[in-house]
T-cell receptor, first 113, second 108 residues
Framework: SAVISQKPSRDICQRGTSLTIQCQVD?????MFWYRQQPGQSLTLIAT?????????ESGFVIDKFPISRPNLTFSTLTVSNMSPEDSSIYLC??????????FGPGTRLTVL | DAKTTQPTSMDCAEGRAANLPCNHS???????VYWYRQIHSQGPQYIIH???NNETNEMASLIITEDRKSSTLILPHATLRDTAVYYC?????????FGSGTKLNVKP
């Protein structure tokens, strides 16, 4: 498995501001993913972030709202831009290991006022 | 979109086996079935995965039907700490699309 950390673990932000969430993994991985989990809902895939290429976004998610960086094989960031209360969610990163299995970080709980 | 359907919730008595079903009738021949659980909004925890043979590990057993259109996750001796939402997932082009999952309530 992999040890994945996320920063911050939680935050409360004002509408109109932006928050950058960091995801760090303890081994080099090719594929990293970002998910959103709205209150009481299941996980929704936002984008796939592969090192050395642009992130691939799922339908309903755009780069201007959720810019992603993937500077190396152990780190990625997701920015939630121009936030509104509807962005209040848990944001999770995951990594895929050579076993074709994904392992998830602990999540970042975001509240937008 | 998720390629699986699961019951919304199930109850299980502590110490008894919990059998969680999943339908994946459109699964392709080389697609694996994965099971994860999420306890109280923590990050999902990997449980087990399989292709067509039954699988067992220290957490659970996975039974996949011969036609691969459904599977069952078995927790042999459920404890209160197994109360969680259990997700059955079939990978779609290397991505996980989560369905609604099954809320398992383990009761004393």
């Amino acid at each position: 498995s992999a040890v994945i950390s996320q920063k911050p673990s939680r935050d409360i932000c004002q509408r109109g501001t932006s928050l950058t969430i960091q995801c760090q993994v303890d081994s080099q991985v090719t594929m990293m993913f970002w998910y959103r989990q709205q209150p009481g809902q299941s996980l929704t895939l936002i984008a796939t972030a592969n090192q050395g290429s642009e992130a691939t976004y799922e339908s309903g998610f755009v780069i201007d709202k959720f810019p992603i960086s993937r500077p190396n094989l152990t780190f990625s960031t997701l920015t939630v831009s121009n936030m509104s209360p509807e962005d209040s969610s848990i944001y999770l990163c995951s990594v895929e290991l050579f076993t074709d299995t994904q392992y998830f970080g602990p999540g970042t709980r975001l509240t937008v006022l | 979109d998720a390629k699986t359907t699961q019951p919304t919730s199930m109850d299980c008595a502590e110490g008894r086996a919990a059998n969680l079903p999943c339908n994946h009738s459109t699964i392709s021949g080389n697609e694996y079935v994965y099971w994860y659980r999420q306890i109280h909004s923590q990050g999902p925890q990997y449980i087990i995965h399989g292709l067509k043979n039954n699988e067992t590990n220290e957490m659970a057993s996975l039974i996949i039907t011969e036609d691969r259109k459904s599977s069952t996750l078995i927790l042999p001796h459920a404890t209160l700490r197994d109360t969680a939402v259990y997700y059955c997932i079939v990978k779609d082009f290397n991505k996980f699309y989560f369905g609604s999952g099954t809320k398992l309530n383990v009761k004393p």
